[in-house]
């Protein structure tokens, strides 16, 4: 009864190759994100939708796409991929956009480029 | 840009003892919240602090915030071992604007405690 979970916890690729990472919570929330943390342990939001709809689209390369088909899931497609793309990617959600709410972290998807 | 710098970087002590990890923000926020990130793993919310609010307590945690120096402290009393992990302060926007969740981390401090 994990309550946000990601797939795949890893994820080694050739550059160029396109790759996605899948995100569920169970919690009910109606918010979810996408962060990156690259290897200074720094941690930048990417995107975020609430209830389906993007709210938060931050600059980040046209490579990067999210979808949320539902507001339990929210995926991350990464098109051409880089080295520089090589992270720990977290998807989060909270119980509404607002900023007052914690947010619940999944275990991260560690991307590696070669 | 990064909107919090933490403080110190990394801190090392015995069990036992108090650990004292600081922030300093550059904007004016909504809120400031404080995570824990085990090694490997996802980040887990501690505690939030709201603007018009100067302490606040959960367990050995004490949270303060001095919004006129833009920064807070975390504190944690007679650490144990299983506190090690790193520490991010996170800020929500500018204050009375619409921030839709949107938290800025800090650089994080990494606590080592020794058994």
């Known amino acids: 009864d994990t309550a946000v979970s990601q797939t795949p916890k890893y994820l080694v690729t050739q550059m160029g190759n396109d790759k996605s990472i899948k995100c569920e919570q169970n919690?009910?929330?109606?918010?979810m994100y996408w962060y990156k943390q690259d290897s200074k342990k720094f941690l930048k939001i990417m995107f975020s939708?609430?209830?389906?709809?993007?709210?938060i689209n931050e600059t980040v390369p046209n490579r990067f796409s999210p979808k949320s088909p539902d507001k339990a899931h929210l995926n991350l497609h990464i098109n051409s991929l880089e080295l520089g793309d090589s992270a720990v990617y977290f998807c989060?959600?909270?119980?509404?956009?607002?900023?007052?709410?914690?947010?619940?972290f999944g275990p991260g998807t560690r991307l590696t480029v070669l | 840009s990064q909107q919090g710098e933490e403080d110190p970087q990394a801190l090392s002590i015995q069990e036992g003892e108090n650990a004292t990890m600081n922030c300093s923000y550059k904007?004016?926020?909504?809120?400031l919240q404080w995570y824990r990130q085990n090694s490997g793993r996802g980040l887990v919310h501690l505690i939030l602090?709201?603007?018009?609010?100067r302490e606040k307590h959960s367990g050995r945690l004490r949270v303060t915030l001095d919004t006129s120096k833009k920064s807070s402290s975390l504190l944690i009393t007679a650490s144990r071992a299983a506190d090690t992990a790193s520490y991010f302060c996170a800020t929500d926007g500018d204050a009375g604007g619409t921030s839709y969740g949107k938290l800025t981390f800090g650089q994080g401090t990494i606590l080592t405690v020794h058994p």
């Open positions: 939708y609430n209830n389906k709809e993007l709210i």
């Open positions: 602090i709201r603007s018009n609010e």
């Open positions: 904007t004016s926020i909504n809120n």
């Open positions: 989060a959600s909270s119980r509404t956009s607002s900023g007052v709410n914690e947010q619940f």
């Open positions: 919690l009910g929330h109606d918010t």
